[in-house]
């Protein structure tokens, strides 16, 4: 690979002789290759005992695994059930040094295209509020597909500037990860992109645009709340340059000493002039650890977490469209998922909290329950990949026998209807046990409701 020489030059100050020679051969290598177990869908013992994989942990996630170059879990049917997330092991950092806990109030503030915003869904399981936001439509698009698929039922995923949210949630967030637009150092080895754009003048950009996204996410963030700040990286001007330049600016914060995980190195303050703390922070060296160019550090908003706050009381969908969600869930569900309804045009949510929406761009205000349509309510997609098999009052297993081929369930995924016996209505799809969409069960076939957009 051919590096910028001006990029070569400034490592080559960074780094110790023997190290820079290491730097410059981890570009030679192969990729690493990771995933991550979905807890919200399957525990990871019960992964790990399926053997589908040859894994190995990742050291710094604790549902994080490697895979090897030659496995293809993209195309395996649990990959589409939403069992694991494929992701970039020291991607997998950031919401790990977050340390959410089931409950908290989450902003991912640069969340596409969701692996970090599924990751701190998996610490919430359930409870709690996370806003996924992402400025670029076309990528928050993915971020929601993403949140769909990993059966989250407690996110907004919204496509907003960072000064139009804190305008909305002034000190409302417990933890808030700021995963930077970056100059992209890390990611040579796979984002070609980055490469070609990299100069001394992009990383100023970089540097300026990332204390701007800082501002308005201190202003978010409530006292005692935990704000993590990462990039993919070298640059000491976006990495402890702006940490720097961000705790000058806010006397309030200070950099929060955590653990440090197997591979990580400390952060360099003498490349920045800045305070001894700094070596509280890490950095992600793919020399030393298994995984690309990253840095992270974890800071700490004086004063104790307040009481969540409350915007009072949200429009709820008008009593037709509740009632008709009452009636679905008590004819097809054994269990209700809880949440305030809400409808988007003929679209009915179940909103986790009670946010005022209007004036927002949201693309997923909660859990997508179903379509309004003529008096009645069509399931969503989003309904079944956050149901467990037994909350549904019907269900057909495609792949009843483990020894034999994925047939069946690779025709569901194609968007074909399958043989069904049994009582007709609405029936959730399963793949070992493991739910993959809604079917309609009329003449001895399933009718295939599988979202076309998703159909391969």
């Known amino acids: 690979m051919e590096l910028p020489v001006l990029f070569e030059e400034r490592m080559r100050r960074m780094l110790p002789p023997e190290e820079y020679e290491q730097f410059l051969k981890s570009y030679e290598r192969e990729k690493y290759h990771a995933l991550r177990v979905n807890t919200l869908k399957i525990r990871r013992k019960e992964f790990l005992e ?25 195309k395996h049917p649990f990959h589409e059930a939403g069992l694991y997330y494929i992701q970039e092991p020291s991607a997998m950092s950031a919401a790990a040094l977050a340390d959410v806990q089931p409950g908290e109030y989450v902003l991912d503030l640069c969340a596409a295209p969701g692996g970090k915003s599924t990751q ?229 949510y179940l909103l986790p909290v009670a946010i005022p929406l209007k004036g927002l761009k949201v693309l997923r205000p909660g859990l997508h329950v179903g379509t309004w349509k003529k008096n009645r309510l069509e399931p969503a997609h989003a309904l079944a990949m956050v149901l467990r098999a037994q909350e549904a009052a019907r269900s057909l297993e495609l792949h009843p026998n483990p020894d034999e081929s994925w047939d069946m369930v690779s025709a569901w995924l194609r968007g074909e209807s399958v043989p069904a016996d049994g009582e007709n209505g609405w029936t959730l799809a399963l793949a070992e046990g493991y739910p993959i969409g809604w079917g309609k069960v009329s003449g001895g076939q399933l009718k295939n409701h599988y979202p076309k957009g998703l159909r391969r």
Not at 51 to 60: A, K, M, N, Q, R
Not at 142 to 160: C, K, P
Not at 241 to 262: C, D, Y
């Open 120 to 348: 701190l869904a998996s610490a919430l399981q359930g409870q709690g509020l996370l806003v996924a936001n992402e400025i670029h439509p076309a990528r928050a698009k993915i971020l929601s597909q993403n949140i769909e698929r990993m059966g989250v039922r407690n996110a907004l995923v919204t496509n907003e500037t960072p000064q139009s949210l804190a305008l909305r949630f002034p000190a409302f967030f417990d933890r808030i990860i700021v995963d930077a637009p970056c100059s992209g150092e890390g990611m040579f080895f796979k984002e070609e992109q980055a490469l070609i754009h990299w100069s001394p003048e992009n990383v100023q950009m970089c540097a300026s645009r990332q204390d701007e996204i800082l501002e308005e996410a201190a202003k978010m963030l409530a006292p005692g709340g935990t704000l993590v700040y990462s990039t993919c990286t070298f640059a000491p001007e976006e990495d402890e340059g702006s940490m720097v330049r961000f705790l000058n600016a806010h006397p309030e914060f200070s950099v929060k000493k955590v653990p440090s995980p197997e591979g990580f190195r400390p952060g360099h303050p003498e490349w920045v002039d800045g305070p001894e703390e700094l070596k509280a922070t890490f950095r992600l060296w793919p020399h030393v650890l298994k995984g690309e160019g990253h840095y992270a550090a974890v800071l700490q908003k004086a004063g104790e977490l307040p009481e969540h706050a409350s915007f009072g009381k949200v429009p709820k969908a008008d009593r037709a469209v509740c009632r008709a969600w009452e009636e679905f869930a008590a004819v097809n569900l054994r269990e209700t998922p809880e949440g305030i309804p809400v409808l988007f045009g003929e679209q009915l």
């Open 50 to 74: 399926r053997g589908l994989f040859d894994l190995e942990p990742v050291p710094w996630c604790e549902n994080g695994f490697y895979y090897g170059e030659n496995e293809r879990p993209g």
